[in-house]
């Protein structure tokens, strides 16, 4: 990005501010970034680093500002990036978008414009271009973790559930949260009628729960007669939390416990209909 004939001493007062930046050190290095652009003017990655410095420091209309000027020099990409993503974390997508596709409009395989461009299709509910967007992510970097996911989301919300799952299968390897993961390919799967696929998915994402494990170590460090004291009437019990799951807002952790209270009673067709019916 560095511009073209950029004197000597100016480029080393640059990288010393980029230094002084990377310590933390945002004062002084807004400084050596000022000095660099007094002595060459139409220095425009030094208003882009000064603007990102802004942003960090939650100094949002500064950081516009300082974009701005460097776009009068020249219409960088990054710089139009940087714009947007400072409306879109204001959530003022309609405006963010217009800098992203600005930022295409220089780079048509720029990555990251792509992304953010999707980004606020998605947050403006416009889940075609979204998706036209996402998918240009997916083929400059196929194991894009979140324009996976969210590819996947929008396949899911039009209820293409294959579709859906062959975007889960290109993050397969790169998925941070497992558990989610498992539950969501889950799903897809119970809703193409692939139920044997979708009990292992859900069930493993059950088991990848930290208070899954938890809950059945300590079920089984317990005695049968213990079992019975410390759950007491497990039929009733059974029955006030099905009376709960009934509702809104259950949390993992209680469909994990009955699950555990059918499988210690012997009603594993019990256990394995709660698990497909998880929500989501």
């Avoid at 409009?105 to 606020?120: K, V």
């Avoid at 009376?243 to 949390?251: E, N, T, V």
């Amino acid at each position: 990005m560095m511009s073209q004939a950029v004197p000597s001493e100016v480029v080393s007062i640059y990288n010393n501010a980029l230094m002084l930046s990377t310590r933390g050190d945002y004062t002084q290095a807004l400084n050596e970034y000022e000095r660099a652009i007094t002595m060459y003017p139409s220095f425009i990655q030094a208003y882009n680093n000064i603007g990102e410095i802004y942003s960090r420091l939650g100094k949002s209309e500064l950081a516009i500002s300082t974009y701005m000027k460097a776009l009068k020099i020249n219409k960088n990409n990054r710089v139009l990036l940087n714009l947007g993503v400072e409306y879109y974390n204001r959530r003022e997508y309609g405006s963010s978008l217009r800098y992203f596709l600005d930022s295409l409009a220089q780079d048509r395989e720029f990555l990251e414009g792509n992304f953010y461009t999707a980004m606020a299709y998605f947050n403006l509910k416009d889940l075609k271009n979204a998706e036209v967007h996402f998918r240009k992510v997916v083929g400059l970097e196929k194991k894009h973790e979140k324009a996976g996911y969210l590819l996947s989301y929008i396949y899911y919300e039009w209820k293409e559930y294959a579709r859906a799952i062959e975007c889960l299968e290109t993050i397969r390897d790169v998925a941070a949260d497992r558990a989610f993961f498992n539950k969501y390919y889950g799903f897809c799967c119970y809703h193409l009628g692939r139920y044997n696929e979708a009990v292992k998915y859900l069930t493993t994402a059950l088991e990848e729960n930290a208070g899954y494990e938890k809950f059945k170590k300590y079920l089984r460090g317990l005695t049968y007669e213990n079992k019975l004291k410390e759950l007491g009437d497990i039929d009733g019990r059974i029955l006030e939390m099905e009376r709960k799951l009934m509702g809104d807002g259950a949390s993992i952790r209680e469909y994990t416990q009955l699950s555990m209270l059918y499988i210690f009673k012997g009603e594993y067709k019990k256990a394995e209909k709660l698990l497909l019916g998880v929500k989501h």
